[in-house]
């Protein structure tokens, strides 16, 4: 870390340390803290007089005074272990030990007005067989909870994971984000470069959003839902400071924000009265997994280079016994991870001139990543609680995906990331005020790790009057050249009322203060795009490019954007007992955000002029306004109407809560990326030139007319060449973005019901689940043809051809950008859970998710935005989603064995994957998008991996009673099921030929992307 930001970060914290103990402002209950509210009756001459609650580990203890009936109400617990003490009238009594997980809403009811107290033991039987011990004396003693604790969680769909399933279950990598695919309709998705991604229903990565100890990580730049997740292999947090989190797949309360279909909540682990650490060493390489398909397949090869070593270490303690305590990690990562490289839709690469073969097969993507994390809390008294926390990532790597860019094209990454977050909490009597501040610096840089020139290589298969085409492979150099970030501070500041009989009520305010910034220089390193349908002499056109893109600095400014963004979030949420069998979570929440880059945002004249009745009419009878598009820097208003109703019910059928209906409806509206919005400034100030060349496309010829449509010349390989090229005139072939002024934030309609029950050890939960998502970003095709229309004939093959060739004179494509990307899933799922207890110590998660979803993208792609196929986005059909399976089943578990060992494993199997193509028809006349399920492997599922890990633990009692070290194995896809990736996606492609030995929908390639081969990764610790 550099000293610039490592003072940074002190600053943050001492500003933060200073804010928390001047200011006091009312807000509500943070995202993921727990809650506990009961009864507890008493005999009438002994009546409770107050109930505490002790967290077991720290000391850490609340107060609060019983109600007349002997009610009592805890909001805003941290996830952990507990016992009440509750003060009677004469005497006290203490229950036993109890678990509070992450975001539950639990009751807990106890009757002490017999003698022995309801719930406590039976006083143990002599073993002769004589009477009991006199136990009317009861002050003082335990009082089991066993499983009264029941829920009171509403229409939350989902699942928590907990510290036993984070240690236990086997895994790839040490993303503690892997386990999040055990809750309905949510999937953990691995690419093959390493990086990860979580993804709700239908709906794409973005809509996703993270908390960890109530702080948003959301990403407002980019993609990846949370900051430093687009396309990294590194993980967002170190797995050994997780102390558990909680998954919500549908219908969160009015607390979480910025999230249209995921929510995960984690907390991170704290110091206690004790010393404890722990280390570890993951490891494994490529003489310990299979050989990967394409090892095999068509020739055996030696196996790629592979390399896995993760290692990391944690340390927490007391500064001052019940008072003060701090917890320190470290996890490492460094990794090598072959990838494959082959020709798109399985086209043979024997059928390839042999001086491009070299450029497929398999190769290794390289990354390294440190993360640091440190957190101190302090309880002064026992009304406050004073965190500080921080967070540290940095990571690089030469990476490269699964697909048809050679290795020549990799890029070279690079995220580093800063956090710091103070928090004061203050309890009072019938109030808790729970106040934030933090700070935040992310950065994300990739570059191109080889320069000179990229070449495509475009195929394009006609069969009778259908034509399907698509990109055969890409070699020469990387086009990824980016530097883009978000810095910024928070504070918020969360109030919660339990003054009310059978209310909980919350508010909460949230203000940030972010610049965004991005750099977008992409194609620095122009690309040349050949049509091998060209007709040349030896077959396969690598002469003549049908099309050259290549950027530039233009004149309108520094080509780094930036934006000092303003969110303001606030919101109301009260659960409410309306009975002893109904409860209501009754929320409302209001968000708002200012973009000034976009708000603010002056079209050039230079772009007026191009696009002006005078010298482009073809938009004069375009089916949209181009008015509606152009700004004059104050006809943006910023969106208001985020208003977002969230209500949720749970009614429980018999008194102890055993079995219960539960259901609700919520809106949540996410926010529009950064990294769509700054195009329409960027691309004016780092151009896109594009020209095309004549007789070299014989799918959308160019028109000699436009003056970006020039003939070939070999001079334009160079970079003189290019430069004569963009001095042609003034434009020298530029495209544009244009944004709608009236631009709205995507936002999704949530709604659940279900039933849960309570069949000890077990928990049975169905439930059926409905997602809408509307206004999602798009890019649409913004040129028209002179009459205005946007398809015609086209004139070399019949079948209908968009307007791209129709740009303004000297320049590229018009691109205007607006709401209209929608999803819609109905799922139904059943959910069985049995927790892992020392009494009965096994564990079992097991959830099974059918899902019909359809979406308006052009493919299967869940993050599509580019929609240039069809005039608008409404015209798009709705066609079953390519992005989730439509049957998903995954299971988890762990057991004790004797001598010290437990054995763990998770399965997961889902239905093939569905494939979506464009098509062009001339007879009938249309442009369709095609869509038919992938054959499957096996019987008929399409992914399918069992994953196995045992554990053996050595005492080492000589030195510290806790101490012990770990010895763990591994089995990653234990039956080594090969889950492709690639698909035949041409639907007219009915003949196999030496050169495409596939047809449609057949796997098209021997790659299994992401998917491992098993696998053996030996890990080995030690902690005490």
């Not at 797995?239 to 309360?253: D, T």
């Not at 990799?410 to 933090?438: C, M, P, Y």
């Not at 529009?672 to 004016?684: K, M, P, R, S, V």
């Not at 010895?967 to 030929?993: C, E, Q």
Request: aromatic fraction near 12%; charged fraction near 20%; charge should be negative.
């Amino acid at each position: 870390m550099s000293r610039t930001k490592a003072l940074r970060l002190a600053l943050a914290g001492a500003t933060m340390l200073a804010a928390s103990t001047a200011v006091i402002t009312p807000a509500a209950a943070q995202v993921g803290q727990a809650s506990l509210r009961g009864t507890i009756i008493a005999p009438a001459d002994n009546p409770v007089v107050e109930v505490t609650v002790v967290e077991v580990s720290t000391g850490f203890r609340r107060t609060v005074v019983a109600g007349a009936d002997g009610s009592y109400n805890f909001a805003s617990l941290r996830a952990g272990t507990y016992r009440l003490e509750i003060k009677l009238q004469n005497g006290t009594r203490n229950s036993d030990n109890f678990t509070l997980n992450v975001g539950q809403n639990a009751g807990l009811d106890l009757d002490l007005s017999a003698d022995q107290g309801a719930g406590a033991p039976a006083a143990e039987q002599p073993q002769d067989g004589g009477q009991a011990a006199d136990t009317a004396d009861t002050s003082g003693d335990v009082i089991v909870t066993g499983s009264r604790l029941r829920s009171l969680t509403g229409g939350q769909v989902g699942i928590n994971i907990t510290t036993r399933l984070i240690e236990q279950l086997p895994q790839n990598s040490r993303n503690f984000l892997a386990f999040a695919d055990l809750a309905p309709g949510v999937r953990f998705i691995e690419g093959s470069d390493g990086s990860s991604r979580i993804q709700g229903g239908a709906q794409g990565s973005n809509s996703v959003n993270v908390f960890i100890d109530g702080v948003s990580q959301k990403d407002y730049v980019l993609r990846g839902g949370l900051t430093g997740q687009d396309s990294s292999p590194g993980n967002p947090f170190p797995q050994l400071a997780i102390g558990e989190y909680q998954v919500i797949s549908s219908n969160y309360k009015a607390e979480f924000d910025q999230v249209g279909s995921v929510a995960i909540t984690a907390t991170t682990k704290s110091g206690t009265n004790e010393f404890h650490g722990e280390g570890f060493f993951d490891y494994t390489d490529e003489s310990l997994r299979d050989r990967r398909p394409t090892e095999i397949y068509p020739t055996k090869i030696d196996k790629v280079k592979t390399t896995d070593k993760q290692f990391g270490v944690a340390l927490g303690g007391p500064i001052v016994k019940d008072l003060a305590h701090f917890f320190v990690s470290y996890e490492g990562k460094r990794r090598e991870v072959p990838v494959d490289v082959l020709p798109a839709n399985g086209i043979s690469v024997d059928s390839l001139p042999e001086q491009y073969r070299d450029q497929f097969g398999t190769y290794s993507s390289t990354f390294k990543q440190d993360l640091y994390f440190g957190k101190i809390d302090i309880t002064p008294t026992d009304s406050d609680l004073i965190e500080f926390t921080g967070k540290y990532r940095n990571e690089s790597g030469l990476q490269i995906s699964n697909g048809i860019a050679a290795y020549s094209t990799a890029t070279l990454s690079k995220v580093e990331e800063i956090r710091g977050t103070a928090r004061w909490q203050h309890t009072a009597d019938n109030w808790i005020n729970d106040f934030r501040v933090g700070y935040e610096d992310v950065s994300w840089a990739p570059r191109p790790a080889t320069d000179g020139i990229s070449q495509q290589f475009r195929r394009s298969e006609v069969n009778g009057s259908s034509i399907n085409t698509y990109n055969l492979f890409r070699i020469g150099a990387g086009l990824n050249f980016q530097d883009k970030g978000q810095t910024g501070w928070t504070v918020q500041n969360d109030f919660t009322w339990t003054g009310f009989d059978g209310h909980t009520i919350k508010a909460g305010v949230k203000s940030k203060w972010v610049k965004l910034n991005t750099l977008e220089q992409n194609l620095l390193n122009p690309l040349y795009s050949y049509d091998l349908n060209l007709p040349v002499a030896d077959g396969f056109n690598d002469d003549i490019p049908y099309q050259l893109q290549f950027g530039a600095v233009g004149s309108l400014g520094d080509p780094r954007i930036r934006s000092k963004n303003w969110q303001l979030g606030l919101y109301l949420q009260d659960d409410w007992d309306v009975t002893d069998r109904l409860t209501l979570n009754l929320g409302l929440r209001w968000d708002y955000e200012r973009t000034p880059a976009f708000l603010n945002y002056v079209t050039p004249d230079e772009d007026l002029t191009a696009i002006s009745p005078e010298n482009y009419p073809n938009l004069i009878n375009a089916d949209y306004d181009i008015n509606d598009y152009i700004s004059n820097g104050n006809n943006r208003k910023a969106f208001k109407g985020a208003w977002q109703p969230r209500v949720g019910f749970t009614y429980r059928f018999d008194e102890a809560g055993r079995f219960s209906v539960f259901g609700g409806y919520g809106r949540s509206y996410d926010r529009n990326q950064f990294d769509f919005l700054q195009q329409e400034l960027a691309t004016g100030r780092f151009q896109r030139r594009t020209f095309l060349f004549q007789g070299a496309d014989t799918q959308n010829p160019c028109l000699p007319t436009n003056p970006v449509c020039i003939a070939w010349d070999p001079a334009y390989l160079t970079e003189e060449g290019r430069q004569q090229l963009a001095a042609r005139g003034t434009a020298g072939g530029r495209e544009f973005r244009f944004i709608n002024n009236d631009l709205k934030v995507p936002y999704s309609d949530q709604f659940s019901l279900g039933l849960r029950g309570r069949f000890q050890p077990v928990e049975l939960e169905v439930g059926y689940t409905r997602i809408v998502s509307k206004d999602g970003f798009v890019y649409l095709q913004g040129n028209r043809r002179p009459d205005g229309s946007f398809f015609a004939p086209s004139p070399t093959t019949g079948a209908p051809q968009g307007p791209g060739n129709f740009s303004p004179a000297g320049y590229g494509s018009i691109i205007i950008g607006d709401n209209g990307l929608e999803t819609k899933a109905d799922s139904a799922y059943f959910k069985l859970t049995k927790v892992y207890s020392a009494e009965s110590p096994w564990s079992l998660d097991a959830t099974y998710t059918y899902t019909e979803a359809e979406d308006n993208r052009p493919n299967g792609d869940q993050a599509a935005y580019f929609l240039l196929d069809f005039p608008s986005a409404a015209d798009y059909p709705f066609v079953r989603s390519g992005a989730v399976p439509r049957h998903r089943f995954v299971v988890a578990g762990s057991v004790d064995l004797p001598i010290d060992m437990s054995i763990s494993a998770k399965f997961q199997i889902e239905s093939p994957t569905y494939l979506r193509a464009l098509v062009d028809r001339a007879d009938p006349y249309e442009r369709v998008i095609v869509g038919a399920e992938a054959l499957g492997s096996g019987d008929r599922w399409g992914r399918r991996q069992l994953d196995l890990a045992i554990t053996k633990y050595v005492p080492l009692n000589f030195l510290y009673d806790q101490a012990r070290l770990r010895f763990r194995l591994d089995i990653i896809n234990l039956m080594n099921d090969r889950n492709y990736v690639d698909f035949n996606n041409s639907p007219d492609d009915t003949t196999r030929t030496p050169g495409s030995p596939s047809v449609y929908r057949e796997r098209s390639t021997y790659s299994i992307g992401g998917n491992p081969p098993r696998t053996v990764k030996l890990s080995a610790g030690f902690s005490f």
